[in-house]
Nanobody, 115 residues
Framework: QVQLVESGGDLVQTGGSLRLSCAAS????????MGWYRQVPGKQREFVAT???????NYADSVKGRFTISRDNAKNTVYLAMNSLIPEDTAVYYC?????????WGPGTQVTVSS
């Protein structure tokens, strides 16, 4: 059974930085896209960033220039480096991984940015 586990969420002040990690455990092969989404209470989950197996990246406009996604295929791990954090970045961050047959989600990690 495949499980994704995020880590790195924390409480940080405006302007601070965090690095999220997400590792997949279990038998998972041929991961194509890895990515991050976020959600605040009462709102839909929104796209943050993705990286394909060919390392093509895509970012939400709201995080461009501040967040950087990276991946370690040997470890089935995806990272999200977040800089210049603002209160609007406060959310539960979810990682996701897509194979040819299905999409996996982690349980989420809380990021809180205080003003």
């Amino acid at each position: 059974q495949v499980q994704l586990v995020e880590s790195g969420g924390d409480l940080v002040q405006t302007g601070g930085s965090l690095r999220l990690s997400c590792a997949a455990s279990g038998s998972i092969s041929s991961i194509n896209t890895m990515g991050w989404y976020r959600q605040v209470p009462g709102k839909q989950r929104e796209f943050v960033a993705t990286m394909t197996s060919r390392e093509k990246t895509n970012y939400a406009d709201s995080v461009k220039g501040r967040f950087t996604i990276s991946r370690d295929n040997a470890k089935n791990t995806v990272y999200l480096a977040m800089n210049s954090l603002i209160p609007e970045d406060t959310a539960v961050y979810y990682c996701t991984m897509l194979t040819l047959s299905r999409q996996y989600w982690g349980p989420g990690t809380q990021v809180t940015v205080s003003s």
